[in-house]
């Protein structure tokens, strides 16, 4: 199974603040990542797929990069809205998810 | 649009089992994958297994090996999840979700399954 490190597990932010998170695969997962914002009571929704590629609809403060074992979800000027769960996922052998960054305001 | 609805909360006893539905509109349904992911109270996003409707051949996590069983209706474009043997652990938010060549796309609404005596 591929395990996958995603820290940090939580951080403060304030609005307009640049935050970083990052996913480490157990082994070589080439770009096959996703990056999802889970609120409370929802459903994750998708913001980066591919491990680069900026899904429809979703803010340009949002990208990603990285690829084989080391992933980044950068997110730039902080935004009220931001403040959520963020979680990677592998789909390259069946799916495995990252613990999760809860975003919390400073 | 493509649209995953799920079908609503479950109450169950402990040693009992659930079923959960999943029907999808708006896209080909035999050609993606449909997974299943759960959510306990307060925790993170589990994988529990997947099912490939064109072939119909699930794929489960180990942990949940023997208790799961994930099927898919073609006819009605619908996939199930089961869970035997329930016990409390299994308390959570049961989501589907399509997976296609760029990875877990749609997601359903959640269904949340409550497991107590």
């Known amino acids: 199974d591929i395990q996958m490190t995603q820290s940090p597990s939580s951080l403060s932010a304030s609005v307009g603040d640049r935050v970083t998170i990052t996913c480490r695969a157990s082994?070589?997962?080439?770009?096959?990542l996703g990056w999802y914002q889970q609120k409370p009571g929802k459903a994750p929704k998708r913001l980066i797929y591919?491990?680069?590629s900026l899904q429809s609809g979703v803010p340009s403060r949002f990208s990603g990069s990285g690829s084989g074992t080391e992933f980044t979800l950068t997110i730039s000027n902080l935004q009220p809205e931001d403040f959520a769960t963020y979680y990677c996922?592998?789909?390259?052998?069946?799916?495995?998810f990252g613990q999760g960054t809860k975003v919390e305001i400073k | 649009q493509v649209q995953l609805v799920q079908s609503g909360a479950e109450m169950k006893k402990p040693g009992s089992s659930v079923k959960v539905s999943c029907k999808t509109s708006?896209?080909?349904?035999?050609?993606?994958?449909i997974s299943w992911v759960r959510q306990a109270p307060g925790q993170g996003l589990e994988w529990m297994g997947r099912?490939?409707?064109?072939?119909?051949?699930?794929n489960y996590a180990q942990k949940f090996q023997g208790r799961l069983t994930i099927t898919a209706d073609k006819s009605t474009d619908t996939a199930y999840m089961e869970l035997s043997s329930l016990r409390s652990e299994d308390t959570a938010v049961y989501y589907c979700?399509?997976?296609?060549?760029?990875?877990?796309?749609?997601w359903g609404q959640g269904t949340l399954v409550t497991v107590s005596s």
């Open positions: 979700a399509r997976g296609g060549p760029t990875g877990t796309d749609f």
């Open positions: 708006g896209g080909t349904f035999s050609s993606y994958t």
């Open positions: 099912i490939i409707p064109i072939f119909g051949i699930p």
């Open positions: 082994q070589g997962i080439r770009n096959d």
């Open positions: 591919a491990a680069s």
């Open positions: 996922l592998q789909h390259n052998t069946y799916l495995s």
